[in-house]
C-alpha cells in the first residue's frame, strides 16, 4: 500500500508540474500572440507611411522636374524677345 501511496503522490506531483507548466505557457502564448498582433500594427502602419512618403517623394520629383523645365523655358521666352527686339530695331532703321 505504501508503494501504491508513493506513486499516486509521485503521480500527483507530475500533474501539478505538467499543470504549472500547461498554465506557464499559456501565458507565454498569450503574450507572444499580443505582442504579434501589435508588430502588425505596427508594420502595417510603417508600410502606410513609407508608401505615402513615396509619393511624396515622386510628387517632389515632378515638381523639380517642371521647376527645372520653367526655368528652362523662361530663358528660352528671354532670348525669343531679344531676339525680337533686335528684329524691331532693324524695322525701324
Same mark, same amino acid.
Given at each position: 500500500m505504501s508503494k501504491t501511496l508513493e506513486a499516486i503522490h509521485l503521480l500527483q506531483d507530475?500533474?501539478?508540474?505538467?499543470?504549472?507548466?500547461?498554465?506557464?505557457?499559456?501565458? %507565454? /502564448?498569450?503574450? =507572444? !500572440?499580443? +505582442?504579434?498582433?501589435?508588430?502588425?500594427?505596427?508594420?502595417? %502602419? /510603417?508600410?502606410? =507611411? !513609407?508608401? +505615402?512618403?513615396?509619393?511624396e517623394y515622386d510628387l517632389l520629383k515632378i515638381a523639380k522636374t517642371i521647376e527645372g523645365s520653367s526655368t528652362d523655358t523662361k530663358l528660352k521666352i528671354?532670348?525669343?524677345?531679344r531676339e525680337i527686339d533686335k528684329c524691331i530695331i532693324q524695322l525701324q532703321e
Amino acid at each position: 500500500m505504501s508503494k501504491t501511496l508513493e506513486a499516486i503522490h509521485l503521480l500527483q506531483d507530475k500533474l501539478e508540474s505538467l499543470f504549472s507548466n500547461y498554465e506557464f505557457l499559456k501565458n %507565454e /502564448n498569450e503574450i =507572444l !500572440l499580443q +505582442s504579434n498582433t501589435r508588430l502588425q500594427h505596427q508594420l502595417l %502602419e /510603417n508600410k502606410q =507611411l !513609407l508608401e +505615402s512618403q513615396k509619393k511624396e517623394y515622386d510628387l517632389l520629383k515632378i515638381a523639380k522636374t517642371i521647376e527645372g523645365s520653367s526655368t528652362d523655358t523662361k530663358l528660352k521666352i528671354n532670348a525669343l524677345i531679344r531676339e525680337i527686339d533686335k528684329c524691331i530695331i532693324q524695322l525701324q532703321e
